[in-house]
């Protein structure tokens, strides 16, 4: 079965799930209040809140980067790590 038939099959039924989750996603929207939002995704992050996520995050960094930030190995793991990801998104 190639791509065109199988679009032409298949329409209906992709249009209507793609309809039932945006309406879905908008009724969320206007009755979820705000501050219930930012809590759902804080707990999607993994976080119970903004500070725990924040020390989660500075902690990782310094153990993969060392306390010191501004020292010569702090500095030259930075450098390293920015060419593989520049390696890799290349």
């Not at 989750?21 to 903004?50: C, D, H, P, Q, V």
């Not at 996520?53 to 790590?81: K, Y």
Request: glycine share 4%.
């Amino acid at each position: 079965m190639d791509l065109t038939n199988f679009l032409r099959e298949n329409w209906a039924w992709a249009a209507g799930l793609a309809a039932a989750i945006y309406s879905l996603m908008f009724l969320a929207e206007e009755l979820i209040a705000s501050r219930r939002k930012e809590t759902i995704s804080l707990w999607l992050m993994g976080a119970e809140n903004e500070e725990t996520w924040a020390r989660s995050f500075c902690g990782f960094v310094d153990a993969l980067f060392g306390a010191r930030h501004l020292s010569p190995h702090c500095v030259l793991r930075s450098a390293a790590a920015s060419l593989i990801a520049v390696c890799v998104i290349w």
